[in-house]
C-alpha cells in the first residue's frame, strides 16, 4: 500500500495523469481546502461501515458513496473485505438499530467531484483516473 501512495505522490509531483500511475486503483479524496489531511485504511473502514462518524482527532465528516455498481462494489471489497449483499446487510442493521446512516449517495462521479468541492467536512472516493483540479487524494485503496 504505501508503494501505491509513493506512486500516487511520484505521479503528482511529476504532473503526470494519475491514471498512467494507478489506472485501477480507487482513491479516497476530499476538497484541497479542507481541512482533513489524511486518513488511515482502519479510519476509513470504520467510516464507511458506520462504526464512527468521526475522525481519531474527532473531525466530523460527511461521506459519499458512488451509486451502486461495479466501482461502489470494488471499493467496498478493497476497504472493507466485504461484497455488496454483505454491505448492505451491514447497512440496514446500523440504519434499524438507529447506530448510524448511510453516506449519501451521489448519482453520478460529476456530482460526487460538485459535493465534495461543496462541502470541506466530506469525503469520497473514485478512481484514480478520475481525479481532477481541486481534489486531494487521501487514501489509495488497491485492488
Partial sequence: MISRL???LAALFAGLPVSLALADDMVIVTAKSSAIEVITQDEAAKLYLGRTTTL???TSVTLID???????DRFYQALTGKNPVQIRANWSRQVFTGRALPPRQADSLEQLRDWLLSDERSIGYMPASGLGDGLRPLLVIGR
Fill in 56 to 58: 481519531a482527532d474527532n
Fill in 6 to 8: 509513493l506512486l500516487l
Fill in 66 to 72: 458512488l451509486p451502486p455498481g461495479a466501482e461502489r
